[in-house]
Structure formats: structure tokens, C-alpha cells
């Protein structure tokens, strides 16, 4: 059993004990809560010695003139007066005869608003002597949609007289009537001298409400990065809930007070070539229009930003931006110094790059450059001094060479330049190789010779060529001249049909000297000597030991000599020892007299045994002397 009617049970029984002289006495609750649409049960309960015989269900006009019969309970019979309930209403009846207690339960469907009144329930003693009756207030409740909350889309300026509407918030379709309340942050909002809120109401058809909130504020900067939204507060069965809105922001401007200049990028050392950008920023919003200047005259910009690209030292200076406040005609500005570095191109002096041998030479490397700078030196690839001075002494052909000064902006290393200069030593023509020849062609017999000779300045190569038999002087058919690294190159081909002297003659402002060589066996490759002359230069090309294929071929005619020498030698000296050759003791004595006698020369004894053989030879032929 509903607890409610247990509760009306027992104010009725109280009705009972305390109150016996009332032959009827009627108890309903005070109020009954109902969502739209729901059912609604309205218990009434009495107390009286029989079961009810006539039970009237009305409810109170909304004027507060009389009320409207709903419908009637006659001996178990019922009819409803008001087309409203037909077929929404239904009841039950039953009576505790121990108790002498009744309870009749109104059951309501699909509870309207129209519903919501003080509904009566009248009960009548059988004897229609007596009647007593009991109020319930009937309440029907719809909850709201979630409030839809829209900010103004404008900003609004501090500086309006006037409250601005900053947002309006709607709820629909509620019953009874909400609450709405509006937000600053964590703090609800009262209407006060800088606060307005308006709401308004519409009642729809059905019945149902639908609220607006209007908030009206005296924006303050500090609403910009305010949160507002509003909170409906509606009542439902038993309780008073709330639903919040989405937080908006507004847009609020302000003036400017200060500005600040800034450069991107803003820590860094600048140097020519950079890009550079330079702005400013107002503590108002929106953001003011402004003028920058640079050294005292008006720059334009682009969208309010100096933007310098490629910058020069000449983009050096003061900037300053400045904005005009047209209301109050106060000025606000800012200044920023700009500082860009440069690196000018090096100088090296003196120009001097010829030098004597054993010559001293101070180059001095320079650029001007807006910080301090490091030099560095570097002969061929390789570091040889810091400093911006390098001393060269007693120059020889070790001094020559590239030479590259390197300088760099110490704070700011990409900052740097370079150049290279080449320093040439004086020198001597030098023929560094003896003369080359190519296997001659078999085509047209020629032979192409090669010379190559180093000196400073670079020495001209001459040739003379001369058939090795007949003097005549020969003529090349092509030269070709090669400058090599410190040398010169020079390629001759020659028609070769007779053996020939080539002479390559190299020469320069300093001296001349020169290398020859004898052109001769072509059929088993070139075979020649090689004689050099030197004149009045000091300097000699040491001959070359190249004639290995020459002194090979005479070693070994020699040796062949020997040994048939030797072949005969052994043939006569075997006739003699078979006693064919008729020859006494005394040749052998002989022979090694001889022999010693030539160890006594101071021959070598190692002397071999071929020059023994041929010595016996000899010996043999001398016999007659004996
Ligand atoms: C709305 O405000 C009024 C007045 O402050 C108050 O009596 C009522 O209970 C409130 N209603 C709700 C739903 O909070
Ligand atoms: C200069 O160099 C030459 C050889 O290159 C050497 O003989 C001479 O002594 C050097 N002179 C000095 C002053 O060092
Ligand atoms: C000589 O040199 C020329 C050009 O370098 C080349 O064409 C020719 O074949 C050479 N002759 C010989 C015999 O090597
Ligand atoms: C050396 O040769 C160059 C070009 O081959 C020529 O101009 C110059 O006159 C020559 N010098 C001498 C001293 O012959
Ligand atoms: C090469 O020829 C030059 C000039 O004709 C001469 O002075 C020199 O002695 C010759 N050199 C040799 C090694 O024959």
C-alpha cells in the first residue's frame, strides 16, 4: 500500500478516535505532483460507519467562483459531468468495516494543464444528513529544454555609456514558470547599476512557457576573458532542479595605453642579408593603427609590419611606433634600436705575388667588419697562421702555393669571407724529366718527344733536332705546349727515319738550360743516350740511367766471345793431352808462370776462367819464344 494512503489511514482513524460525534469525516493529502502527461492518483479517505454511498469529485474554478462537478459515485454507479476526463478518469473504492474507514483513489491519465487545479472530494453519510469534503492540489510540472544562450557577435567598447546587451538566453516549453539566472565566471549576476536582465515570457498554446533572458552589462575589460552563460531553475515532482547553458565569451575593446615594439628574430645578432621584421603591440583591442618611423621619418609597412628583407647596415637605426588616440588625442609609443653587422670584402696587401728567391714577404689580410674578427691562413688546404699578418721568408719553390685568408665575426661565425691569392717564387728553368720518346709509329714513322721543364716565369721550350749522321738539322711536324701546374709541357713529333739528336732548350728572363738526347733504334724500341748541357744556369739535369737495354746487348756479344773462346781453348788443350798436338812440358810450365806472373800484376785471382782459358791460348801462341 502506498505509504500516503497509510498516512491518510491514520488521520482518519485519529478522525475516528478523537472526533465520534462527526458521523463523516474526510482526509486528502495537500498537494499532488504530476509530470505533463503522466498519471495522477488523488487518494481521498473517510471515515464513517458504512460504506459511501455518494462521493462527488469536483474541482475549483480557476476564478475562485464555486467548482465543477467532475463526476459522481452513486451506489456503484458513476458518471463524469466534465467532457475533459472522458475516458482519463478511473477510480477505486473500498471500505475496512473493523476500521469503519473508506478510501477512494482518483486515478487521472495523460494529465493535462488544464488539469491543475484544488480538486474536491465530497463525501455524504447514507442518510444525506451529513457531508463532509477534503482539497488536494493538483500540480503539473514540464521540465525545460536546456537553455540556448547567444552572445552578441559585436564587440562592445568599455567605453559605451550605456549598458550593452552582451547575450540572451531561451528556454522553452516549461511548466510552471522558471528561473533563469545569469553567470560572470563563478558569479551569478544581480541586477545592480552596471547589471541589467530582462526576461520576458510567452505561454505558448498548449500552455506551456517559454522565457527569455536579456543580459545587459557595463562591459569591463576584464569581461573579455569572462566566461558567461545562464541556468534555468525549474520545479519537478518533489524537487527544484537547475540546467546550465554553454559558456560563451565576448568580444570587448578597449583603448590602448601602451605599446610595446618588437624584432623577430629578437635575440639574435642581425647581419646584412638577414630578413628582418619589426612590429608592434597595444595592450587595447582591437589593435590600433600605427605609424613607425625609423630615425625620424615615416616608413610604411605592410598589415602594420615592417618587414626588411636582405638587410643592409644602412637598415641600422632607431625604429619607433607610435599610435594617435583620436578620442583622447593622447600619443603612445615605443622605440627599438637596430643593429646590423657586416663583413666587408678582404684586402690583402701588398699586391705583391712575384717574389725572388730568398725574398721575405709580409702579407696583410683586412676586412672591415662592425665586431671583432678572427684571421686565419691557409697555404695549399692547410692551416699555417692566425692572425691577420703572415710573413713569408726567404722565398724558395716551397713558398709557392695558394694561399687563403679566412676571416670571421667571432659573435656571429656566419659571418665570414675569404679570398686566395697565388704566390709565384722566381726561379731557374729546370728540365724536370729527361726528354721522352714514344714508340715510333709504324705508319709514318714517327716518334713524339716530350719535355717538360718547371721555372718561374713560366720557361719557353725550344728544340733542335739533327740527323746523327749527316749534321742536318731536322724539323718537327706539330708541337703542342701544355702549361702544367709550375711547368710547361712540350710534345714534338718527329718523322724518324734516321737516327737524330734532339735538344729541348727551356729558357726564361732568369736562364736557359737544356737537354739532349740521341734518337736511334726504333725497330726494338727507342735506345738512346742522353747527354745534358748546362750553361751558365748552375743548374744540371743529372743523365739518367736508362741505357740498360744498350750495355746489355755488349755484355752479351762479350760473353759469347768468351765462351766460343773458351770452347776452343778446351778443344786445342784435350788434342794435347791425347798427345795429338805435339807440344813439350815447358808450355805447361809456362802457363802457370804466366799465370802467376799476372797475379803478381795485381790481376784480380778472381780473374775467370775464361780469361785463363785465353791466357793458355795466348801462352800457346807465344811457345815460340821459348
Ligand atoms: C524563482 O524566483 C522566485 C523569487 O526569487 C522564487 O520564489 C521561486 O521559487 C523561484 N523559482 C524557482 C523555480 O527557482
Ligand atoms: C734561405 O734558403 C736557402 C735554401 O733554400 C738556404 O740555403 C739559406 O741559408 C736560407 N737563408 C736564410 C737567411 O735562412
Ligand atoms: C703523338 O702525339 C699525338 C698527339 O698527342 C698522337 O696523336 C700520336 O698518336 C702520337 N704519336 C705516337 C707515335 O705516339
Ligand atoms: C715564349 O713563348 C710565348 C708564347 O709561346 C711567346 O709569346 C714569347 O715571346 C716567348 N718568349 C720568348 C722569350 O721567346
Ligand atoms: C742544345 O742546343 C743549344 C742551342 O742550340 C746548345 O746551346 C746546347 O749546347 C745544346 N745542348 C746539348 C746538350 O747538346
Keep these: 500500500m502506498d505509504p500516503r494512503y497509510v498516512a491518510l489511514l491514520v488521520a482518519g482513524l485519529h478522525l475516528l478516535t478523537c472526533k465520534t460525534w462527526a458521523l463523516v469525516k474526510v482526509s486528502m493529502e495537500d498537494r499532488v505532483e504530476v509530470f ?10 473517510y471515515s464513517m460507519n458504512e460504506k459511501a454511498m455518494i462521493i462527488t469529485w469536483s474541482k475549483k474554478l480557476p476564478s475562485r467562483e464555486g467548482s465543477k462537478v467532475l463526476f459522481m459515485i452513486e451506489s456503484e454507479r458513476w458518471e463524469i459531468d466534465d467532457k475533459d476526463y472522458t475516458g482519463r478518469i478511473s477510480y477505486t473504492h473500498s471500505y475496512n468495516s473493523t476500521q469503519s474507514l473508506g478510501s477512494i483513489v482518483l486515478t487521472i491519465d495523460k494529465v493535462q494543464l488544464s488539469d491543475e487545479s484544488e480538486i474536491i472530494c465530497k463525501v455524504k453519510d447514507n442518510t444525506l444528513a451529513e457531508e463532509d469534503e477534503g482539497h488536494t492540489q493538483l500540480q503539473v510540472f514540464n521540465p525545460p529544454s536546456i537553455p540556448a544562450i547567444l552572445g552578441t557577435d559585436k564587440g562592445i567598447s568599455v567605453d559605451e555609456d550605456k549598458l550593452s546587451m552582451v547575450a540572451d538566453c531561451k528556454v522553452d516549453n516549461v511548466y510552471p514558470r ?25 505561454k505558448n498554446p498548449s500552455g506551456l512557457f517559454t522565457v527569455y533572458s536579456d543580459l545587459h552589462l557595463k562591459v569591463v575589460r576584464e569581461d573579455e576573458h569572462a566566461e558567461f552563460y545562464c541556468e534555468v531553475n525549474y520545479f519537478t515532482p518533489g524537487e527544484k532542479r537547475m540546467m546550465e547553458s554553454n559558456k560563451i565569451n565576448i568580444t570587448v575593446f578597449y583603448p590602448t595605453t601602451e605599446v610595446t615594439m618588437w624584432a623577430n628574430p629578437a635575440e639574435k645578432l642581425l647581419k646584412e642579408g638577414d630578413t628582418l621584421e619589426i612590429g608592434c603591440t597595444g595592450n587595447g583591442n582591437p589593435q590600433p593603427i600605427f605609424t613607425f618611423y625609423k630615425n625620424e621619418n615615416e616608413v610604411s609597412t605592410e598589415n602594420e609590419l615592417l618587414v626588411l628583407k636582405e638587410v643592409k647596415r644602412s637598415d641600422s637605426g632607431t625604429y619607433v611606433c607610435q599610435i ?32 725572388d728567391q730568398g725574398e721575405d714577404l709580409t702579407l696583410t689580410c683586412n676586412a672591415l667588419a662592425s665586431l671583432s674578427t678572427q684571421t686565419e691562413w691557409y697555404k695549399d688546404g692547410v692551416h699555417v697562421s692566425e692572425g691577420h699578418v703572415l710573413k713569408l721568408h726567404n722565398a724558395s719553390s716551397i713558398t709557392e702555393g695558394t694561399y687563403l685568408c679566412k676571416v670571421t665575426v667571432i659573435s656571429l661565425p656566419e659571418l665570414q669571407k675569404q679570398t686566395s691569392l697565388h704566390i709565384n717564387v722566381r726561379a731557374n728553368p729546370k728540365i724536370i724529366e729527361e726528354i ?5 709509329n709504324k705508319g709514318d714513322h714517327s716518334v713524339n718527344l716530350t719535355c717538360f721543364a718547371q721555372g718561374y716565369p713560366k720557361p719557353n721550350i725550344t728544340w733542335n733536332l739533327n740527323d746523327l749522321k749527316t749534321g742536318e738539322p731536322l724539323t718537327e711536324s706539330s708541337v ?3 702549361e702544367k701546374g709550375v711547368g710547361v709541357l712540350s710534345i714534338i713529333s718527329v718523322k724518324a727515319d734516321s737516327e737524330f739528336t734532339a735538344n729541348c732548350t727551356a729558357f726564361n728572363e732568369l736562364g736557359i738550360t737544356s737537354a739532349s738526347r740521341d734518337v736511334t733504334t726504333f725497330d726494338r724500341g727507342p735506345t738512346t743516350t742522353t747527354a745534358t748541357h748546362t750553361k751558365a744556369t748552375g743548374i744540371t739535369v743529372p743523365p739518367k740511367k736508362h741505357q740498360q737495354g744498350g750495355s746489355g746487348v755488349v755484355i752479351a756479344v762479350v ?3 768468351l765462351l766460343l773462346l773458351a770452347i776452343l781453348g778446351s778443344f786445342l788443350y784435350f788434342l794435347y793431352k791425347k798427345g795429338r798436338l805435339p807440344c813439350g812440358r815447358s808450355g805447361k810450365q809456362d802457363f802457370t808462370k804466366d799465370n802467376a806472373n799476372k797475379d803478381e800484376t795485381g790481376m784480380k785471382s778472381g780473374k775467370s776462367e775464361e780469361a785463363v782459358l785465353l791466357q793458355g791460348v795466348n801462352g800457346d801462341k807465344k811457345s815460340p819464344t821459348e
Design 324 to 355: 594617435l588616440d583620436f578620442e583622447t588625442y593622447r600619443q603612445f609609443e615605443d622605440s627599438i634600436d637596430i643593429m646590423i653587422h657586416y663583413l666587408d670584402e678582404i684586402v690583402v696587401t701588398p699586391e705583391k705575388r712575384v717574389l
Design 178 to 202: 522558471p528561473n533563469i539566472t545569469w553567470y560572470r565566471g563563478t558569479f551569478p549576476l544581480q541586477s545592480s547599476r552596471d547589471v541589467k536582465i530582462m526576461d520576458r515570457v510567452t
Design 36 to 45: 505533463l502527461n503522466n498519471q495522477a492518483s488523488i487518494p481521498c479517505v
Design 480 to 482: 703542342e705546349y701544355h
Design 559 to 561: 760473353i759469347i766471345c
Design 436 to 440: 721522352v720518346v714514344s714508340p715510333r
